[in-house]
Structure formats: structure tokens, C-alpha cells
């Protein structure tokens, strides 16, 4: 057979079919398919690296399945260009690297060759997932069975190990016995604890008047309860983080630990004068639940870090590898690394632990969307019991979009991939599910409070304007590129007396504050009312915890 492959490898019939085996079910597609119909031109190269790679590598079937299919094949690249199905059961679902978007079977190939398996919503498209590569060296896709509207399947969902039963749509009434009632559409959803009743209203007046998603149809769900048994796995959760002079740092230990449900904290602590006074104010019920690192104190005259936005993400790092030896020898199963201005939020008010504990065994990685606070003025001072609201439109947000991850510990491979997530030493995803693609949205979300209050704000970029301008230039968000030319501006740093600028800057408080809202407060004119979904938080209850 391989003789015979090398032999055909000189035809341009040959070339036409690996071309369409080989490449990537889109624009590669098109450009190798495209240039293998001349006779005269050479075989693409994209379609030549698979060839060879499929007789090296023993897979040499891959284009003698193409060959032998050829009806099939061209059935399947016009059904594609549909955006249709292979056949009647499939839908696609995902390409490679995304998240599928609904659990139940689901196929991960292209072409002919194709692997099953029954995975959850939110599970990444990827070889991770499936355990094997069906077509190697080629750009997959996933294709999902299709679910039929109406059907039981339509009217239940699961939400990693609660079943919630559609109950009605938004003016209709919804029967729920058990009284937790959701409402909302796609990803953005309000939710209501409280006695069964035997008809809510399903609208926003049963909800605080909240509106999850204004101006959009939307509908009511009922917590039906847990869809099996207690799995059996521990729920032990542990947060790590590096902390800078954190904004209130009782109030967020007394959030994660009692009303998330968080079994311990690593801190690894910088450049924090009240530290010490604050940890000591703690309950020792709650100095137990807390491991303190020390940073080596700076002994420059110039405190600041140099390059600290560049350098922070490996100071992460480091803890964040730290942590995860120590968690394995304490027998926690999850650790989550988040900032001292993050909250990991619930918006079912479930434990962490709880949630993560019915992550299938098959998977070591769960990904946390983000979102930013929107807060009600420059005035705030209690920035996280303050905030009602939060920006989910992450193509608005003013610093990261790409969340964070919770990673099982006891998965020995998984390295600290910066801060945001874990691979295993050769940068190869774990098998991950997305937690925003599940049914209703995330079920975990990371809410990030940055730069808040102002005063927080000024300190924040003081410190990080010790950064050269060729790096700031590198930095990826706007709103950190003008908030450090700004404090330098406005501090005579030698990098800007440096570049020799003209323009002076107004650095009076209001002026500041006034740049300030109008990235951080609804002045943002990218923000929009649509963006915004509440942010329902027991304040009161927490803070008498403390």
C-alpha cells in the first residue's frame, strides 16, 4: 500500500483528494482544492506535509478511504458550504480549539474519519477531549447530534449536576416547587431563592425588577433538583494569588472562604505595609484556612518593580506552581489562581466546590469567563459591596478577556501556562471544558473590580508607570497604555522627560477622576445598557460574618 501511495502521490487525482483530506475544512480548503484542479502545477504543500506524514506516521488509509469515497467527499464539502450536516443526525457544533457548544454525542474529525464520544457542554474541540486524532495534521471540526426542538431534551437541561425544567416563557406563569427559579435567555440570567410556588410570573418584577437581558424574549427555568447520587469526589477547593496592598482584604477572605465555600488560600504577599495588622485582626478559625508567602523586600531607593507588567505574569507563575505542590500534599482537588481584585461569583449561589466536583474524571481543566465591575462613580470606596452591575461584553472590557482556570491537582502533568491557565510541559491543552458554554452561561464566573477605588487606581499605575515606552507599547489593553503615560505624565518620570513631549497634561484629582470614570462607571461610552447583567451578592450577611 505505501508503494502504491508514493507511486499515486504523483497524480494529480491523488493530490485533489488528500488536498481536500488534509487541509482545514475552510479557507486551506479552498486554496489547496483550488490550486491541485491545474494538472500542470505542483501538489500544494499543505496537502504534500499530510501525504508524507500519513505514510510516516501509518496512515496511509486516510487517502485511501478519500479516494474510494469520492461521492462522499464532494457530498461533504457542499454540505459544508452550507453549514449543514453531514447527514441528517449531525450538526456542527465547534470547530478545533473552540468549546462545544451542547452535551451528548459528538464526532471530532473531518472528512471520512471521524471519533466519538459522549462529552458535556462546554468540553474543548480537541484531541484532549476524544483521547485520540482521527486525522492527523489536519484542522478538525466537532459535529454534534442534533437535538429536536420541543423534544424532552429541549425542555431539560443539566448544569453540572442539577437538572433545571423550562417552566415558561417571560409573561407566562412558571409552576416550580422548589422555588429557585431562573430568567433570563442564552448566557445572561437572574436568579430567585425562595418558597415553592404553585405560579411565579415569569418577568422581571419577580426577579427585583431586574432584567437580565433587556429588550430580548426570554423565559423561566425551575431547579428540579440534582439529575443523580452525590458524586462521590472531593470538593476541596484552593485559591491562590499574588497580592499587592489588596483593597480589603478581610471582606474578600470572608467571601471565598464562607460564602464560596473556598477550603484554603495561598497568598504570596508584596510590598503590603498593613498586612500584618490585617491578618492579625482575623479569627484564627480563619488564619488556619490561609498560607502566607513572603516576596523578598526591594532595598533600591526606587521601590517600584522595573517592567512590572512584564514581570508580574512570572511572579505569578512561580506561586501558582508552588501552590499546586502544596495542594497536592494537602489533598485539595481544584486550585484557582485569581488577583486580590477578583471574586470568584456564582450566580446560582453554589459553592465552588460543589460546581467543580461535577466535572467529569476525564477532564482536568475548567475555564472561567470573566467579566468587569461597572461601578455607580469615581466616589466608590467599598468597591465590591458597592457594585451591582457587571460587563459581560468582553470586546468592551478594559483590561483581560480570556478568564481564568481552575485545574485538578491532581493532574501531575499541568504547568502554570501563565496566569490565566494550566498545560502539560509541552504546551499541550489538558482536557478542558468551558464553562461559559454551557446551558445557561457560566455557572462560575471570575468578577474583576480593577483599578477600584481611584486612590487604587493612582498607586496601581504609579508603580507600573517604571516601565520602559517600548513596553508599554507591547501592552495589549488601551486603558493600561493611557492610565501609565498618564501617572508618568503626571509624576515627571524620566521616561517621559525622556521623549521630550510638549503636551502637558491636566493632573488635577477631578481631571483624573474624570478619566478615570470613563473607563470604569457607565460614562464608558463603549458600555452599553445591554452589556450589563446585575450582580446579586448577600453584602450584608457576609460582612456580619466577619
Not at 435 to 445: E, N, T, V, Y
Not at 464 to 469: D, F, S, V, W, Y
Request: net charge negative; charged share 20%; with cysteine.
Amino acid at each position: 500500500m505505501a508503494t502504491e501511495l508514493r507511486r499515486a502521490a504523483r497524480s494529480p487525482r491523488m493530490w485533489r483528494t488528500c488536498a481536500q483530506v488534509f487541509t482545514t475544512p475552510t479557507r486551506y480548503n479552498e486554496v489547496a482544492m483550488g490550486a491541485a484542479r491545474a494538472a500542470d502545477r505542483p501538489m500544494p504543500r499543505i496537502a504534500r506535509i499530510g501525504l508524507v506524514a500519513s505514510l510516516f506516521f501509518g496512515q496511509a488509509s486516510l487517502c485511501e478511504a478519500a479516494l474510494r469515497q469520492r461521492v462522499h467527499r464532494e457530498r461533504t464539502i457542499s454540505l459544508q458550504a452550507a453549514d449543514m450536516p453531514v447527514d441528517g443526525e449531525w450538526q456542527a457544533c465547534a470547530e478545533e480549539g473552540e468549546a462545544v457548544a451542547q452535551a451528548g454525542r459528538t464526532r471530532f474529525g473531518w472528512g471520512a474519519m471521524w471519533v466519538e464520544s459522549s462529552l458535556p457542554a462546554g468540553a474543548s474541540c480537541s484531541t484532549s477531549s476524544f483521547g485520540t486524532d482521527p486525522a492527523p495534521f489536519v484542522r478538525k471540526v466537532c459535529e454534534c447530534a442534533a437535538v429536536v426542538p420541543g423534544s424532552a431534551d429541549d425542555r431539560l437541561r443539566e448544569e453540572l449536576g442539577l437538572i433545571w425544567r423550562r417552566c415558561g416563557d417571560e409573561g407566562e406563569s412558571c409552576d416550580c416547587k422548589s422555588g429557585i427559579v431562573r430568567f433570563g435567555n442564552g448566557q445572561r440570567w437572574v436568579v430567585m431563592d425562595g418558597p415553592g410556588h404553585e405560579e411565579t410570573p415569569c418577568g422581571a418584577g419577580s426577579f427585583k425588577g431586574e432584567d437580565p437581558d433587556a429588550g430580548v424574549p426570554k423565559e423561566c427555568w425551575c431547579d428540579q433538583g440534582q439529575s443523580r447520587a452525590p458524586v462521590p469526589t472531593s470538593n476541596r477547593v484552593a485559591v491562590v494569588m499574588l497580592s499587592r496592598r489588596p483593597p480589603d482584604l478581610r471582606l474578600w477572605l470572608e467571601y471565598h472562604v464562607g460564602h464560596m465555600g473556598v477550603e484554603h488560600i495561598f497568598i504570596q504577599v508584596e510590598d503590603s505595609p498593613e498586612f500584618n495588622s490585617t491578618f492579625a485582626s482575623l479569627k484564627p478559625s480563619m488564619q488556619q484556612r490561609v498560607t502566607v508567602w513572603r516576596a523578598a523586600a526591594q532595598v533600591s531607593g526606587d521601590t517600584r518593580p522595573q517592567d512590572d507588567y512584564e514581570t508580574l505574569q512570572k511572579r505569578q507563575i512561580s506561586v501558582m506552581a508552588r501552590a499546586k505542590q502544596v495542594s497536592t500534599e494537602m489533598g485539595i482537588s481544584w486550585l484557582i489562581h485569581i488577583d486580590d481584585d477578583e471574586l470568584l461569583y456564582s450566580p446560582t449561589h453554589r459553592h465552588a466546590g460543589d460546581l467543580l466536583a461535577q466535572m467529569p474524571n476525564s477532564f482536568d481543566q475548567a475555564y472561567i469567563p470573566n467579566a468587569e465591575a461597572v461601578y455607580p462613580s469615581a466616589d466608590v470606596t467599598n468597591c465590591f459591596a458597592q457594585t451591582t452591575e457587571i460587563n459581560v461584553n468582553a470586546f468592551t472590557f478594559a483590561s483581560y478577556a480570556n478568564g481564568k482556570a481552575a485545574v485538578r491537582v491532581s493532574d501531575s502533568a499541568a504547568v502554570p501556562a501563565g496566569p490565566h491557565m494550566w498545560k502539560d510541559a509541552r504546551g499541550t491543552e489538558l482536557a478542558s471544558i468551558h464553562l461559559d458554554h454551557l446551558p445557561f452561561g457560566a455557572p462560575l464566573i471570575v468578577v474583576h473590580f480593577e483599578s477600584c477605588p481611584f486612590a487604587r487606581w493612582e498607586s496601581k499605575f504609579w508603580e507600573l508607570g517604571n516601565t520602559a515606552p517600548r513596553k508599554i507599547d507591547a501592552i495589549p489593553f488601551r486603558f493600561y497604555r493611557d492610565s501609565i503615560k498618564r501617572m508618568q505624565e503626571c509624576n515627571g518620570s524620566p521616561q517621559v522627560a525622556a521623549a521630550q513631549t510638549d503636551v502637558q497634561a491636566d493632573c488635577s484629582k477631578g481631571s483624573l477622576q474624570t478619566f478615570w470614570a470613563q473607563w470604569k462607571t457607565e460614562a464608558n461610552p463603549s458600555i452599553r445598557r445591554e452589556d450589563l447583567v446585575p450582580l446579586n451578592i448577600p453584602w450584608a450577611n457576609i460582612q456580619a460574618s466577619i
